[in-house]
């Protein structure tokens, strides 16, 4: 068994971050994760950063644009703390290193994004991700961070009380992709679970395939409840035969949207005549499928994104990468043509509930980045926020999970925040959900750190051992299942009919789950294994999804539904939470704190 004061799971944005501020305080700091951090898909990050840094902005600013941008499904004790703390840690950063691209005078170029009222979007040409991950890995290496690359966490150590908020996490449980093994880690003060996005389960996504919800899977199984997991964000600009992003970047420096006509659509229907191509993301990803429904789509399916105007020496400065991926992934050369264009899912605004220093309603659990839920996007996230979120917010975990003396958390979790209790709907049934509770938690309450870790590496090797030795089908066949019915059910436009044959599929995908089994008998680098252990996670999360979105009977932000056309304030300020209970989901709610430092936000219309 392997120990540390505090174990980070994940090595992207938000675990190194949250590891360096651990070592700050002085404790003992190890990252686990199953890809090479500078593989971590904060790399594949284009558009930038974004931070009050000029005259004429400011954090509250940023903190309405937010709030704002979020359709008031926000809490604003996380949109406060982040908007106070980004220009900090962005000068931070600047200062450890990170290339950003800058004006002729020397200061750091920002720029606009959507849904932002100033330009204030840092970025490091079109690679922004790329050079934030490097520069934050420099930093683990110069601190000696210990990282166990190629390990993959399969499961949480936590003890088994009832109420999930008497629960403890004393570790995890990891599996060595190099030697096959499988060991406990013991973490004395806390885990950070920090494993990024779930867009595998959809099949069309900006996401690596990577991002398959791990943490949030491993999180709600041990009673950590999932918050607005309904939210997800659709860009509106990916390529269409791959899910690869066109940054915001190209908008923000004035690539204009065409439909089949030829017409400036975001302006000549009236989508959003103020901001145009710049409204925020859920506006946009919309309009472009008004367009298609309406029959103004090209080839039925996209439309056109032209950057050409802008001209050959500022594109090849500021958008450079965008050209390489329009060529490579499509074919398309963005200087001569413009570029086809389709929303794709993007980004989870929902995930593991916790408070504004990471903590969950279980002790020594926390989380950051986009596996976590503080909750500062609501119900659409600005391009741009993601990366700030994981720097303030990982900082911010790090810390307290090393001890280090902090402000009391405003936002509550766990069961004892619940304002009223919601249905789960059909056909969802007792026990439709197979790897019930007991196999992340130790039997009998309150025994010793130890014993619960071995515990649960007894039961993760003796799943490993029944997967390796079993007959069956191949996961593949399960995750294709769940990834076709997400996208075609649980998509931009949602209706209740789709959202429960979403749930029938995914409920006959876990049936079908239950007689998979791996066929590569190795014991090395068996990437059979990974991805099938990885598929029941995507089940978890698409349930949760799917679930959320049914429940959810209003139009808000990202979440569009057929049969409730308005943003129901009155009844809907609220956040939809699953948690686990004895191996079904249970639905509840927990209003929305939009009680600000400087003033209660209040409701206003969304138009941009
Ligand atoms: C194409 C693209 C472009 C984007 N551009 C921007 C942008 O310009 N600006 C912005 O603000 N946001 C952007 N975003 C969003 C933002 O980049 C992500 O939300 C953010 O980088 C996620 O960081 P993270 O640290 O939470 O996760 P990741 O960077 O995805 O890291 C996850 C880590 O968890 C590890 N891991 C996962 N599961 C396990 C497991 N079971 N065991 C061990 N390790 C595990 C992985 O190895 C990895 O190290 C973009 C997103 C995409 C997809």
Redesign the pocket.
Known sequence: MYEHDVIV????????RAAIAADEEGADVA???????V????????????ASLREGDSWDLHAYDTIKGADYLADAPAVDTFAKAAPEEVIQIEHWGMPFSREDDGRVSQRPFGGMSFPR?T?AGAE??HHL?HTMYEQAVKRGIEVY?E????NLAVTDHENPEDRECHGCV?YDIKSGEIHGFKAKRGVIL????L?QAFDH????V???G??CA?AYRAGAPMEDMEMIQF?PTTLPSTG??I???VRGEGGILYNAEEERFMFEYGYANNDGELASRDVVSRAELTEVNSGRGIEDEYVDLDMRHLGEERILDRLENILHLAEDFEGVDGLDEPMPVKPGQ??AMGGIECDENGETCIDGLYA?????CVSLHGAN?L????????LVF?ARAGWHAAGKEMKAAEIDTGPSAKSEDGAVQPPVEPGAIDAGSEDVVADGAAIEPTAVIENAVENERERVETLLEADGINHANVRADIQETMTRNVNVFREEESLEDALRDLREARETYEDVAVSDPSRTYNTDLIHTI?TR?ILDVAEAITLGALAREEFRGAHWRAEHQERKDDEWIKHTILAWSDGTPELYYKPVNLEGDEETYEPKERSY
């Not at 593989?39 to 974004?50: D, K, L, V």
């Open positions: 799971v994940g090595a992207g944005g938000a675990g190194l990252l686990v994760t199953k890809l090479h951090p593989r971590s898909h904060t790399g594949a990050a284009e558009g930038g950063i974004n979007t970025y922004t991700g991950l690359d390990w993959y966490v399969t990891a920090a494993t990024g996005g867009g996504t900006t996401n690596a990577a991002n398959t791990d943490g491993m860009h690869v992003l940054s915001e970047g993007h980004y950051a980045g986009e596996t976590a996230r391009g741009g926020n993601a990366l700030p979120e994981l990982g990885e996670n």
